[in-house]
């Protein structure tokens, strides 16, 4: 190969190769604003053709962790901050915090990241594009990710939870108490925890004979409206349910309003079951029944995998952490009922 065929091609070769003027492939290159998407990845595209990466705003590493969400809630991420938070500072170093506001600025984001060239990224979001994880995967950024929506490659990082044995332990032990008519609010269905959750619940219908009622069955996506509404629909039905397995604990908060609001007892009239274990939960009045999520301990794991990456030392690449079923008082017999036996007596507390 001559030594012109191995020449870098200047901005301008790059702009007529990809249609654009000069200055929109230097603003690309420079991760500059100003460009739409379409555009920057076609120029993207033409870079990436050509072996050109954009350069790092610095090569240093810097001393911190990054947590990329896509929204700050009381569903879970802030416990996720408040203990990575922890067990960085622990190892020596700091975590900064990355809001995708639900997709809204990911390509600001992540470019970011790029730039800020941190030791690794924990990522807890529910649809991280292939082309995001190249982009920090280009840098040789570390990469966890947090509750995968799909199964993850043996050379990536994950940690999960087993989000269906939390699913069927809270649909048993509803079950225990009596219940028959047990409604279930999902999560986002395009999300594997939400699916495991509800194919737990489904499971332990099956195993205690009961034929599911597609009536009792609302989609949620762990956020208060959806939530709200789904729960309003289940409470409106002529033949309501005795029991409620929320799929997660702000959803749940969201049936104690609409129980509310319809003068219905919590504990006596509607039991109530949610998942994470997360402010407010045990504040609740009555105290909310739930699954815990070993928050802290995916916390800690996540950081030990990016620092035992970083220092050269062997990693288990994927984990699945239990969960753990937390009784309170938003559980109780139906009215007119007898309790079966407690499964959660047998360990599954």
């Not at 939390?166 to 279930?184: C, D, K, M, N, P």
Request: aromatic content about 6%.
């Amino acid at each position: 190969m001559s030594d012109a065929s191995k020449r870098k091609p200047r901005v301008s070769e790059f702009a007529r190769l990809a249609g654009v003027s000069a200055s929109t492939v230097s603003k690309v290159i420079n991760g500059r604003s100003g460009v739409s998407e379409e555009t920057r990845r076609a120029v993207e595209t033409v870079l990436a053709d050509y072996g050109y990466s954009r350069p790092l705003v610095s090569t240093k590493i810097s001393q911190t962790i990054e947590l990329v969400v896509e929204y700050i809630e009381s569903n879970g991420t802030i416990e996720m901050i408040r203990h990575a938070s922890h067990w960085a500072l622990e190892r020596g170093c700091a975590l900064t915090v990355t809001q995708t506001d639900s997709g809204k600025r990911r390509d600001e984001c992540f470019r970011g990241i790029i730039d800020r060239n941190p030791l690794g990224v924990i990522v807890q979001m529910s649809d991280m594009t292939d082309d995001e994880e190249s982009l920090l995967r280009s840098r040789n950024i570390p990469i966890v990710i947090v509750d995968p929506v799909t199964t993850i490659g043996e050379d990536e990082m994950g940690i999960a939870i087993d989000n269906w044995t939390g699913g069927f332990r809270a649909t048993e032990y509803l079950l225990s108490l009596g219940h028959r008519r047990i409604g279930v609010i999902t999560g986002p269905m395009g999300t594997q925890s939400a699916v495991a959750r509800y194919g737990g619940y489904m499971a332990a219908l099956m195993k205690a004979g009961i034929q599911m009622d597609p009536d009792l069955v609302r989609a949620g996506d762990y956020l208060p409206e959806k939530g709200y509404e789904a729960a309003c629909r289940l409470l409106d039905l002529a033949d309501r349910p005795t029991a409620i397995f929320a799929c997660n604990d702000l959803t749940a908060v969201n049936v104690y309003r609409a129980a509310r609001e319809r003068r219905i007892t919590l504990g006596t009239q509607l039991s109530i079951v949610g998942f994470d274990d997360v402010y407010p939960a045990q504040y609740l009045m009555p105290a909310l029944t739930t699954v815990n999520q070993p928050f802290d301990l995916v916390a800690r794991k996540a950081v030990d995998m990016i620092m035992s990456v970083r220092n050269g030392e062997a990693v288990e690449r994927h984990v699945v952490l239990p969960t753990s079923l937390v009784v309170r008082e938003s559980t109780l017999p139906p009215q007119d009922s007898s309790p079966l036996d407690d499964p959660s007596k047998d360990g599954g507390n």
